[in-house]
């Protein structure tokens, strides 16, 4: 929505790279998730931010995932040594608590070779 | 932990008629919000219609409407008067609380409606 942008819309990458995927969200939001969406699936849970609280990491898959999250903006999600079922649909979504409305990003594909 | 469970992968509706999509879910928490959320082709995630736990009163948005069953931990969407656009991959969810702690949003695994013409 026009809440939030991702970049790239679109990643190609060889097995073994190294990918950093990119949130921009609208300033003033309360929280901040990524999730994955792998090809005709559901939404899995991947990482959650919220203020100036330890961010909510369970969902992340292994340790070559990680997130961070620049003051209350911009995020970025790192996946290192990329691997074939890390292809998906990564999605960010951000919470705006005054108006209580959810604002989904575009995505990011990721193919990996 | 909060689990969505929607049990039917598909469904299919002629044009004009009425579908009902299921979904059920486990939570031990009194108060939360349940969304049902539209997937397009396009990919991009559109809120069709939120539910407060607290609110007796089912949700509606024009030819979408709710049906909460709080004790049984049911809601299930009906979409009257199904479109061609209606068309699309259905998401059930549930979050925990709004914009407080811990509220992550927690996703069924959709369902795939077509509508025929």
């Known amino acids: 929505g026009a809440g939030v942008s991702q970049s790239p819309s679109n990643k190609v990458t060889e097995k073994g790279k190294d990918v950093e995927l990119r949130c921009d969200p609208i300033s003033g939001h309360t929280a901040l998730y990524w999730y994955r969406q792998r090809l005709g699936q559901g939404l899995e849970f991947l990482i959650y931010f919220q203020g100036n609280s330890a961010p909510d990491k369970s969902g992340l898959p292994s340790d070559r995932f990680s997130a961070e999250r620049t003051g209350e903006s911009v995020s970025t999600l790192t996946i290192q040594r990329t691997q074939q079922e890390d292809s998906a649909v990564y999605l960010c979504?951000?919470?705006?608590?005054?108006?209580?409305?959810?604002?989904f990003g575009p995505g990011t594909r990721l193919t990996v070779l | 932990a909060q689990t969505v469970t929607q049990s039917q992968p598909e469904m299919s509706v002629q044009e004009a008629e009425t579908v009902t999509l299921s979904c059920t879910y486990d939570?031990?928490?009194?108060?939360?919000?349940l969304f049902w959320y539209k997937q397009p082709p396009s990919r991009q995630m559109i809120l069709v219609i939120r539910?407060?736990?607290?609110?007796?009163q089912n949700a509606t948005e024009n030819r979408f409407s709710v049906n909460f069953q709080k004790a049984a931990k049911s809601f299930s969407l009906k979409i009257s008067d199904s479109q061609l656009g209606d068309t699309a991959m259905y998401f059930c969810?549930?979050?925990?609380?709004?914009?407080?702690?811990?509220?992550?949003?927690?996703f069924g695994k959709g369902i795939t409606l077509s509508v025929r013409p």
């Open positions: 539910q407060e736990a607290y609110k007796q």
């Open positions: 939570t031990s928490e009194n108060n939360y919000y």
């Open positions: 979504v951000i919470w705006m608590a005054p108006t209580d409305t959810q604002y």
């Open positions: 969810a549930f979050m925990k609380h709004v914009g407080g702690a811990n509220s992550k949003l927690t």
